[in-house]
């Protein structure tokens, strides 16, 4: 029986090339898997014909979105996800979802291969086949564009040699990979790190620059998740979506920054990300009303370290599941509503109200009214600034 | 003789009425002492007459915006200091550059006592007395707002029978304090999280949704510590200011928190730090360019311990010492050239350029003249995801 | 209706006296409550006699042993709790579950105030009042000893004077707190940090230096709780305590320490844990076999955290229950077999498998069958050095 | 001109026939270099002549144990460095000084390419590869047993065909490293990791079992560097041997784990290092006097980085200069002294005096003399635990 090859398919040059290339280079049939994961673009029917038209024995199409925005997106939320403190992870989110769904056609499929597109300096490899190896171990994995030359002059001429229906002329002058979470920007012009980004590099936001009205919303939050805006219930997927159209529209959420790769270089990065970053926003809001100083302190560094861990490409891994289990138990109480103004590039929370609030008007007022007993202070600043004190006795001794 | 007390003193109704209120409480002399931190308003002259006129035996002014600047403010940015990802340390910063100057004004005025005008709700109690416990343990502590009862109320009484030269009638709605770092706001109708800060809380920024001009220019850094505007040099103290000026006009810095104070209690805060929040941009990503990246990784855990520890008044303490220990060394090669937009309240960096940087043009392109060698990376993937892969198949196993 | 108070009841000089003393200061009716925790001594009926004699209205005494050794020593076992790397967190354990009966109680007799023996300088009222304030923030706390002037000596006058059934004479050099997880002893002599303990602190553990023969036993794990010795299925309470004895009879478990109290100051301590120390020895040991090494790693700082804040008397807090939902499912697969070497003072793993294991002699093996591909080592070492290498040229490039 | 490899030369059989392999291989005259870290065995001079022997056109050979005490044991010692908790880093910390030694010596000779003996699967080769790329990045790497199947079969049969003068009959059955700072041990048998060590398997340890008079001795330091025995001043160098002498005769520093290599595996090993953990524990205690609170409870987070990093090859690294700027900061006041039992294969404190101790016996005692005000704690404890609280009442409002 002929061997089969699961290949992650786009749509593009790139993988459409793959399909004739991977099939002469093993003699094995190559089952095409292209998954929607909110990119956008062409609709899944015309990818999926495509695949065939290029030899595919099979294509298998998904419209992952609802899964992308519940298992990967709202994980992300809820750990504030932010790489280096800016990226909000969106290449690195929908590469499990990937794998997950090519593993599973794999098995599907009786293939003994699984195929990428990636080049051998990205950190997308790294998720492939890391998520390769924790979900189907036993599959050879095949990356003609880093491991057998398929560089891009060959496979325009492989392309054209074999009359594949793929319009090679229009080609972008970035390299691009977006979909529900944000879309990330790399480009020629841009590697050079003093020219700044211009306005042509953008498309799921509008220049902020541009004077219009500000936008207004509330979200409700349930345990850390976003169930309704303006009191209207929708599903993540819908959220997502929303906050992408609104928050985008007011040119929020852009993202310019130099990057540390896993695969040890640094690199230039362009993002967007309008509705990932409204909600990372309301979210880290409605922690600072709810969830408990000590927690709050020391989820900084739980956040820090799984937005590291899903960069690198450990998605499927025991720390991940560790990790998780901290922080959903961190956003039990992460409930209530927070209203958001959406203007000028910025997403500002301007109230927040919550049935689990710590925040105590009570406790915190300096109005009358005032339950804090004052008279503790000086028992807790003077225990507080012991060590510190006797240490400073110390070095003054000390000389 | 007569003993001495160093009061902390800002020209306002508190201090002014706790020079007669300790006086009368003690049998003391009072020596005022007022500290410049950019904090704008009165001139220093006119301070220390009200402070004579109020009854001090002497009345001690100092411009320490410079030394504010230097010791404290570029500390923080060395740190990129925010505590909760936020708030900049204003009046955290603030607090033991004044108990410097107390210490030293009650050693030279032979003070046995040391005083302040804080509640016992707020940090600032905790910030003066533990500076004071490490600087100068040896004197005792008077708070009499905090523990003597002299609530405002009494305050305005006291100053009218005294006929202090006050004017007890123009009351803020708000109670603010302010330095050349930044201007925090609390106020009776934010205590009520749900209300949304009005313009009129605002006095270092403008409003950022009036359209206006963009204002661009280009900060130099050496080891950290910005050195130049567009080529310019400029001192440190120079630099915020204009930078405050600059990046106020264009509304950037405003930040509106639910803030967990080490009293116990959450606090609804509004800050402005224009300079601040700009000068962090820039440095965040300068160290993007210049820092390695398990340097940078790590660096954030002892940057948000750093603004956990000063916020929590412990500036003058061995863990202090020890965390500068690590900032100064990351720090060594943060040298290079930021541009930065202001504009619409937000600080951008459209570019950066540094003879240090660690981005390697050749590495990092795509084009012609990549000097990264592809054929590493399958070696590296596949040790990279080991562990991973390892625990997946023993899951699988267990079932 | 009168007022109730419930005491935490130990038996001893001070608790006896304290109820009587709290009855006269209070007015109120005094409730003993005692907790059997595993620390031995004379049996519950006497002391509950004793409470009654002493003119407590009721007297509640409680076999907690099971309770503590299941919900308070094993999650610290999981946690690998040591305190400064050193102390398992004795009378920080026990502390929440007294807390947890008393709180119970006073809500059964309907007390509005709840009393503890602690003195000021301890963490142990810390972990009382933080633990009260948790679950029953109702109540009064009284202190006696502590806040009311109930000294040692004036204890000793007042059961002299009331003809209190509490023998004063026989009073221990020694300050002595103990129970299923191990004992504390303070001492006089021992203040000195410079003097050594000597043989007549000890109790738990006979001395490590005597010659005997070596005592050798498999523990069982499932899911990082210790299940049976040499393959008999045993409670925890029965593991913890067949440990005690048998890792106590060989010295296992002695302590000396200079410790850092939440109170503010260095204390020194001597702690005897037989059971503990030779159980977290067997669990680390086999969490080294099944745990993934980036989940181990950060385990550490979770573990870290975990032990500070029992011994901080955060037990019940929100920090707690989210470093709770990582230990657990980090120890999901912590299953297997050790073999443990109890002799001259050391608890010494000797052997370990399991099912579980992430251990592979396959690939570990430098002998024949070898599976370990050592081709993707280059690729892998070149990238890992990669940011450390690109530093050290530019470091080198700036001289 | 010919090129020349510079090789890392032990005297054994695989770096004696590496010589003469690559030789062939590349057509370039070896330099052999063997560097002495304290491993006793065969002179220097014999190791050199060896080398010539085996067809060096030069050997260098150099005593660097005083710079590996100095420059490598004693960094790691103020980072009290354990990886997971136990191995101090023996194999770790000599490959670094190694390293420096091969790149001084290739570039005073004027060679193009390095080469070692390692594995592909082990930890060393990354030390190696990584210290090279980060001090000599020009260099090419050779790993003739990793890379050019140098199998020991084949190494024989190249010594025999040659006529090398190797005996290469008396194979040991361990795989041995061994230096100053401890000896490492596989071998076939152990990795069955059920099986318990035998006593063949120790070297610089006796038996702990065996009866024997304890051994007692006083460690002075200053800024945690140990600078005398018994207060007779020696060297580093001298105090590691005197104490692995004095502690390998009662057994002390025997450790026996599974462990997480940086190349993806677990592996078992075995270590002695008797002079590393009873230096260890003495600096640790040491600390515990000198270093206050909050310091400690962070340089813990750092000393574990500070050991995965340099277990990891990454000694040469920006990260590891940061540390040690915490870490050398840290150790300022860690001065005093420490005695130390050395017995049945513990190392135990039995006391410690220091002029820069922050332990206060006025503040710590019980007996009269106290000089700590209790009446400060009440405040403490309930604004300490006030978040807490407020969450266990929000927690039982929401049911």
Redesign the interface.
């Known amino acids: 029986m002929t061997e089969r090859v699961v290949l992650a398919y786009s749509g593009g040059l790139d993988t459409s090339v793959a399909i004739g290339w991977i099939a002469e280079e093993t003699g094995a049939e190559v089952v095409a898997v292209a998954i929607d994961c909110g990119q956008g673009g062409e609709d899944l029917e015309t990818i999926r014909q495509r695949a065939i038209d290029c030899g595919a024995v099979e294509a298998v199409v998904a419209d992952a979105k609802d899964e992308f925005a519940t298992d990967f997106c709202l994980p992300a939320l809820r750990a504030n996800a932010l790489y280096?403190?800016r990226y909000p992870l969106v290449s690195a989110l929908s590469r499990p979802l990937i794998v997950k769904h090519l593993a599973n056609a794999a098995q599907y499929h009786n293939a003994t291969m699984v195929a990428h597109g990636c080049?051998?300096?990205g950190n997308d490899?790294?998720r492939f086949?890391?998520g390769l190896?924790?979900?189907a171990?036993g599959l050879r994995v095949l990356?003609p564009v880093?491991?057998s030359g398929m560089t891009r002059d060959k496979a325009i001429a492989f392309a054209a040699e074999k009359g594949l229906p793929i319009d090679v002329t229009k080609k972008s002058p970035y390299?691009i990979d977006q979909n529900l979470w944000g879309r990330a920007v790399?480009t020629?012009f841009l590697?050079?790190?003093?020219?700044?980004?211009i306005e042509d590099v953008y498309s799921y936001t509008s220049d902020?620059?541009v004077?219009r009205e500000?936008d207004e919303l509330v979200l409700t939050f349930e345990a850390g998740v976003p169930t309704a805006i303006d009191g209207k219930e929708l599903t993540p997927l819908q959220i997502i979506e929303e906050l992408n159209r609104r928050a985008g529209e007011q040119g929020v959420g852009?993202i310019?920054?130099?990057?540390?790769r896993?695969?040890?270089?640094?690199?230039?990065e362009v993002y967007e990300a309008p509705g990932a970053i409204a909600l990372i926003a309301a979210h880290?809001?409605l922690e600072?009303?709810t969830?408990?100083?000590?927690?709050?302190?020391?989820?900084?560094?739980?956040d820090?370290?799984w937005g590291?861990?899903v960069y690198?490409?450990?998605w499927?891994?025991?720390?991940k599941?560790?990790?998780?289990?901290?922080?959903?138990?961190?956003n039990r109480?992460v409930s209530g509503e927070v209203?958001l103004?959406l203007?000028?590039?910025?997403a500002?929370?301007?109230?927040?109200?919550s049935?689990?609030?710590?925040?105590?008007?009570q406790?915190?007022?300096?109005?009358t009214g005032?339950t804090?007993?004052?008279?503790?202070?000086?028992?807790?600043?003077?225990?507080?600034?012991?060590?510190?004190?006797?240490?400073?006795?110390?070095?003054r001794?000390?000389g």
């Open positions: 280096m403190d080049t051998g300096k490899q790294v086949e890391a190896a924790a979900l171990p990356a880093r491991d390299s790399e020629g590697e050079d790190i003093w020219n700044g980004p902020p620059a004077p500000a852009r310019d920054m130099v990057e540390d896993l695969v040890g270089i640094k690199s230039r880290q809001e600072n009303v969830v408990e100083r000590e927690l709050a302190r020391f989820k900084r560094t739980v820090q370290r590291e861990l690198d490409g450990l499927f891994s025991p720390l599941e560790a990790l998780d289990g901290f922080i959903d138990q961190a109480h209203r103004v203007h000028g590039g910025r500002v929370v301007t109230g927040r109200r049935p689990s609030a710590l925040y105590d008007y406790l915190a007022t300096y109005d005032d804090y007993d004052q008279t503790l202070a000086k028992g807790f600043v003077d225990i507080w600034s012991m060590p510190a004190k006797i240490a400073a006795e110390r070095d001794r000390q």
